[in-house]
C-alpha cells in the first residue's frame, strides 16, 4: 500500500496540498474515486485514508493545550523575550495542566500517556512559544524518561513525583519551581 501511495503523492503534491489524503492508483477492491470527486485527476484511482490518525485522547489533548497556549502562554510571549526570562505563571501553568509529566506513570503523579502525546503537546506549545516547548520537551523526552527507565524504583519514588508537579531538572541543575532559577532557560 505505501508503494502506490508514495508514487501519487510524489507526482500530485503540488497539485493538492489543501488534501488531506493522496489519491494512489486503483488497487484490489478498492472504490474507484470519480474524476469530479478527484478534483479533475483521471478517474482510475482510489482514496487511501491517512496513515495516521489520533485517537480521542489524542485530539482532547492537543485541543487542550492548544486552548492553554493560546490563552495563557501567548500575552506573555513578548514580556518573556524582552526580559530574556520565564514567566512564573507559564511554568506554573505547565505542571497545573500536567504537562511537565506526560509519560510518568499515574502511580508517581504523571499523565501515564505515551511518547507520542508528549510530540503533540511539544508541537502545539511550539506554535506559540519554541522556548516553552523546549523546557516540556527536555522535561518530558530526556530528564523524566531517563528516571522512568533507568532509575531504580527508589529514584522513581523519590522523583518522579517532584519532576510531575514541580520540580524542572535542566541537566545537573535542578529547581524546585520558583520561577528565579528558572530565568535563565
Known amino acids: 500500500m505505501a508503494a502506490p501511495l508514495l508514487g501519487s503523492c510524489g507526482k500530485q503534491f503540488g497539485k493538492s496540498l489543501v488534501r488531506s489524503w493522496c489519491l494512489a492508483s486503483h488497487r484490489g477492491g478498492r472504490p474507484?474515486?470519480?474524476e469530479a470527486a478527484a478534483g479533475g485527476m483521471a478517474t482510475n484511482r482510489?482514496?487511501?485514508?491517512?496513515?495516521q490518525t489520533f485517537t480521542e485522547e489524542e485530539n482532547m489533548m492537543r485541543e487542550t493545550v492548544k486552548k492553554f497556549s493560546q490563552e495563557?502562554?501567548?500575552?506573555?510571549?513578548?514580556?518573556?523575550?524582552?526580559?530574556g526570562s520565564m514567566d512564573e505563571a507559564v511554568i506554573s501553568g505547565l505542571f497545573e495542566q500536567g504537562l511537565m509529566g506526560i509519560e510518568i506513570d499515574e502511580q508517581y503523579?504523571?499523565?501515564?500517556?505515551t511518547f507520542f502525546?508528549?510530540?503533540?503537546?511539544?508541537e502545539e506549545l511550539a506554535k506559540v512559544d519554541p522556548a516553552v516547548s523546549?523546557?516540556?520537551d527536555i522535561q518530558n523526552t530526556l530528564i523524566n524518561t531517563l528516571f522512568g527507565q533507568l532509575g531504580t524504583e527508589e529514584q522513581?519514588?523519590?522523583y518522579l513525583p517532584r519532576l510531575a508537579t514541580d520540580t524542572v531538572r535542566l541537566g545537573p541543575h535542578r529547581c524546585r519551581f520558583?520561577?528565579?532559577c528558572v530565568a535563565s532557560v
Open 32 to 34: 474507484i474515486v470519480s
Open 46 to 51: 482510489a482514496l487511501f485514508p491517512p496513515l
Open 72 to 83: 495563557r502562554i501567548a500575552p506573555l510571549v513578548s514580556k518573556m523575550d524582552e526580559n
Open 109 to 113: 503523579g504523571g499523565t501515564g500517556s
Open 117 to 122: 502525546s508528549s510530540v503533540l503537546v511539544i
Open 134 to 136: 523546549v523546557l516540556c
Open 156 to 158: 522513581k519514588q523519590k
Open 178 to 180: 520558583s520561577g528565579h
